[in-house]
């Protein structure tokens, strides 16, 4: 008989990792769909989802989620899809050092840390799948975006070295990398801005004016959005496949940003970006 295959979810209270627990239990998998607060957990586990509570922010949880799979599962995980992140926006002259701090301990080091005892468990067992969630703001900066793209940044490179890393192993490593999908990411952005970026007291002060009503205004899709099942869809692929990709792209601004990253000299991708 064929053990049910496991696996573990971050960031899962709402929108690409919601989803991706729902699809991928509807696939046949054994999901853990944590969540940072505990609220959202009792939710899933309303919903018949086994939900640990995991805050990259707080080492201890994240070994204790861990824990708890592995206790419930008899020590086997088949699969991590790391999801969980924020956004903080705001001109990178105006991000303090302790802003920074905060978004690349949930944004990085959480996951790093995750991967990291997950590992001796998937090496054990002699097999494994790690996903990455990134963005194509890993791939490409934007304006006002600064201490995101950081973590994106930072997250493609540490995952390329992990995947080459653990070639032979049995472990496979994944991005994803979607680009506008239907998510809270923008509401969750806010206070976060709040807190840290002290726009009235900017050089750049009359920007923010100008643009404060794109984070805080009611607004529809953006021209190229795809719902979070777009994601899912990917997810499945890398958890799923006999060999699955490095890199998969999610929405056409993803596809267009990495062929003009390799294609276009630098003051020319600027250029584009600048106006896009």
């Known amino acids: 008989m064929t053990p049910e295959r496991t696996l573990l979810v971050t960031g899962s209270s709402s929108g690409i990792g919601l989803t991706a627990a729902r699809q991928m239990r509807a696939r046949g998998w054994r999901v853990f769909a944590s969540c940072r607060a505990e609220a959202d957990c009792e939710r899933l586990r309303a919903e018949g989802f086994e939900a640990p509570r995991l805050d990259y922010a707080d080492p201890g949880s994240v070994s204790s989620a861990l824990a708890q799979v592995l206790d419930a599962t008899g020590g086997r995980l088949d699969a991590l899809y790391n999801n969980g992140a924020f956004a903080c926006p705001g001109a990178v002259e105006d991000l303090p050092r302790e802003a920074l701090r905060e978004i690349f301990e949930a944004n990085l080091f959480g996951w790093h840390d995750l991967t990291r005892q997950a590992i001796p468990v998937m090496r054990a067992q002699g097999h494994g799948r790690i996903v990455n969630c990134s963005s194509v703001l890993g791939l490409v900066g934007v304006k006002w975006r600064g201490a ?72 529809g899709p953006d021209r190229f959005e795809l719902p979070p099942e777009a994601v899912a869809e990917r997810l499945a692929h890398a958890l799923e496949a006999p060999r699955p990709q490095a890199r998969y792209y999610v929405t056409a601004p993803t596809y267009l940003s990495g062929t003009l990253r390799r294609l276009l000299p630098t003051r020319a991708l600027d250029w584009v970006v600048s106006r896009g």
């Open 148 to 219: 995101y793209v950081a973590t994106k940044f930072a997250l493609e490179g540490l995952t390329d070295v992990l995947r080459l890393e653990m070639a032979g192993t049995g472990i496979h490593v994944s991005l994803i990398e979607p680009g506008p999908v239907t998510s809270r990411i923008r509401a969750n952005s806010i206070p976060h801005f709040e807190r840290w970026i002290d726009w009235k007291g900017s050089a750049r002060r009359a920007e923010y004016e100008g643009l404060l009503h794109r984070l805080y205004g009611e607004r």
